[in-house]
């Protein structure tokens, strides 16, 4: 059974950090590539960045460039979510997802692509609020 497991949320003021991790089982770490995802009250939910567990290529949103940071440890099935100088529209609930890489995925790196072709398997969130 696939489980994605998220951790690290809670509450933090702006201008802090938090560090995410989403530890992954029941899959072969290297055919998947694992992403962040989040979804603010009221808004859909939008891609963060991926990282592919074949080769360690990362891929961010334009809009998360800078402060945000995606990183792996491949012996613990763990990618984590760095993030900096948190601001109050950060606030959301964050998810980590997995999606095959299949041979576009091997070639073009991992994406951030929602609904029929998009993430196989999707963690239950955890949340994160920024205060003022």
């Known amino acids: 059974e696939v489980q994605l497991m998220e951790s690290g949320g809670g509450l933090v003021q702006a201008g802090g950090s938090l560090r995410l991790s989403c530890v992954a089982s029941g899959f072969t770490w290297g055919d998947y590539a694992i992403a962040w995802f989040r979804q603010a009250p009221g808004k859909e939910r939008e891609g963060v960045a991926c990282v592919s567990n074949y080769d360690g290529s990362t891929y961010y949103a334009d809009t998360m460039k800078g402060r945000f940071t995606i990183s792996s440890d491949n012996a613990k099935n763990t990618v984590f979510l760095q993030m900096t100088n948190l601001k109050r529209e950060d606030t959301a609930v964050y998810y980590c997802?997995?999606?095959?890489?299949?041979?576009?995925?091997?070639?073009?790196?991992?994406?951030?692509?929602?609904?029929?072709?998009?993430?196989?398997?999707w963690g239950k969130g955890t949340p994160v609020t920024v205060s003022t």
């Open positions: 997802a997995a999606e095959v890489l299949d041979l576009y995925r091997l070639i073009a790196g991992c994406g951030l692509r929602q609904g029929l072709f998009g993430m196989d398997y």
